[in-house]
């Protein structure tokens, strides 16, 4: 058995974005291992000034003096990653490039991946935000080993999580951030130490989900064809992108006709309504949409209206929704 603290394991990290930093904080504040180097997307031109941007990930390192190596996709270039780092152990998380296999087979200790389903179902891109959206009440923390096959390899390890009624896409996503953050290393020890027998995935039980699932089309709210509590989802699942959105009707004032209104905080109520689906009305001082059930309506309480600013139900019937 390996004493992590006396001989800590050497990782080489891949990852972006504040997810990812999370992970690598943990491991990097963790004396069982040593953080050889960091694999990260090339810096980006960002803005109307096109400035160059590294990734969050590469910032962290920086601050904390991890080497960074980047890939570009290219796989002669992960080849060079592992001759520089000889990584004994790779932990990825939220990285965004596929990983030739060459290199999955390189560590002693394999590429672990931390994805955010109960495997196999919701194998790929969007795991969170379709769960929301299919109205599932369980999801979890996926630890496994990294395959060439779309999220097929040998989970390590699963802690699930409860959805609430009221997460969103981005509150769902914070706790698992953070619960993933606290069980890594400790299953990182047990796999390490044969303390853990990866459970191969059965096939036949995995669903998948992909990242035109929340493409801004696919945000455009369907009053006709979705029932309310679909709809409702679909609201927390876009946020904080792209964001669930409809055409306001042609018939409302000349300030709001026909603008796209995006909205990020909505509830159902039993407020009922002779109105057309989709059809914006206020009541008792609040802003709802008709739905296809007549005794149910959409309440928002933050939204956009197309060249304004985000508001609020006070703020819009007090201004340009006082004729609605």
């Known amino acids: 058995m390996r004493d992590l603290i006396k001989e800590p394991v050497k990782i080489l990290f891949l990852g972006t974005g504040w997810e990812s930093v999370a992970t690598l904080k943990a491991l990097l504040e963790d004396e069982r291992f040593d953080i050889v180097g960091v694999i990260t997307t090339p810096d980006k031109l960002v803005g109307r000034k096109q400035i160059s941007t590294p990734s969050e990930v590469k910032e962290y390192a920086v601050e904390n003096r991890i080497p960074v190596f ?9 080849q060079k ?7 004994e152990l790779v932990v ?19 590429c672990i991946n931390v994805h955010f389903s109960i495997l196999p179902q919701y194998r790929g891109a969007v795991p969170i935000q379709k769960a929301i959206l299919d109205g599932q009440k369980i999801t979890g923390i996926s630890i496994m080993l990294m395959s060439d096959g779309l999220d097929e390899g040998d989970v390590l390890d699963i802690y699930e999580e409860e959805i609430k009624d009221t997460d969103t896409n981005l509150s769902l996503r914070q706790r698992l951030v953070k619960k993933s953050a606290e069980i ?6 047990q796999w390490i130490n044969d303390g853990i027998s990866a459970r191969k995935q059965i096939d036949e039980e ?5 990242q035109k699932d929340i493409s801004k089309e696919n945000a455009e709210i369907d009053w006709q064809n979705k029932t309310p509590q679909e709809i409702e989802r679909m609201v927390r699942a876009f946020i904080p992108w792209p964001i669930a959105w409809t055409k306001l009707s042609t018939s409302l004032n000349k300030n709001i006709s026909g603008k796209i209104m995006k909205i990020f905080r909505a509830e159902l109520v039993e407020i009922p309504s002779e109105k057309d689906p989709g059809e914006i009305f206020a009541y008792d001082g609040k802003v709802l949409f008709a739905t296809r059930d007549p005794l149910v309506s959409l309440r928002v309480f933050e939204f956009q209206i197309e060249g304004r600013n985000k508001t609020n139900e006070r703020e819009f019937l007090n201004g340009i929704g006082r004729d609605i």
């Open 70 to 78: 980047h890939t570009d996709k290219k796989p002669e270039l992960y």
């Open 184 to 189: 890594l290393g400790d299953v990182l020890e």
């Open 81 to 87: 990653a592992l001759d520089k780092f000889k990584p």
């Open 92 to 110: 990825c998380k939220a990285f965004g490039e596929i990983i030739p296999k060459e290199f999955l087979e390189y560590p002693i200790y394999k």
């Open 206 to 210: 995995a669903t998948y989900c992909w």
